[in-house]
Nanobody
Framework: QVQLVESGGGLVQAGGSLRLSCAAS????????MGWFRQAPGQEREFVAA????????SYVDSVKGRFAISKNNADRTVYLQMNSLKPEDTAVYYC???????????????????WGQGTQVTVSA
């Protein structure tokens, strides 16, 4: 079983920045795709960004393009989400996800992923 552990969430003022991290627990784990989703209260879980493990391809939801950047460190089996120019509407629980296969691209649906982290809260105050 693979565990994904997120960190880096918190409270920030609008216009500020946060960097989320997601570490995979198993040394032998090999993911084809890593992604970030978010879920605000009363809303569906929403795709935010994804990256192939080769790093060749990335994808973002339109609302974060130019503000968020997904990256990875293969040696540490860690994926990052750098979030800049944060807005109150970015407030949500952010989840890391991993897929062992590239089923489709971009992998927008939560059903494209096999493993999930526990989530980390991001709160942006106005």
């Amino acid at each position: 079983q693979v565990q994904l552990v997120e960190s880096g969430g918190g409270l920030v003022q609008a216009g500020g920045s946060l960097r989320l991290s997601c570490a995979a627990s198993r040394r032998t784990f090999s993911a084809a795709v890593m992604g970030w989703f978010r879920q605000a209260p009363g809303q569906e879980r929403e795709f935010v960004a994804a990256i192939t493990w080769t790093g060749v391809s990335t994808s973002y939801v339109d609302s974060v393009k130019g503000r968020f950047a997904i990256s990875k460190n293969n040696a540490d089996r860690t994926v990052y989400l750098q979030m800049n120019s944060l807005k109150p509407e970015d407030t949500a629980v952010y989840y890391c996800a991993a897929s062992s296969l590239i089923r489709t691209w971009p992998p927008l649906s939560r059903y494209n992923y096999d493993y999930w982290g526990q989530g980390t809260q991001v709160t942006v105050s106005a």
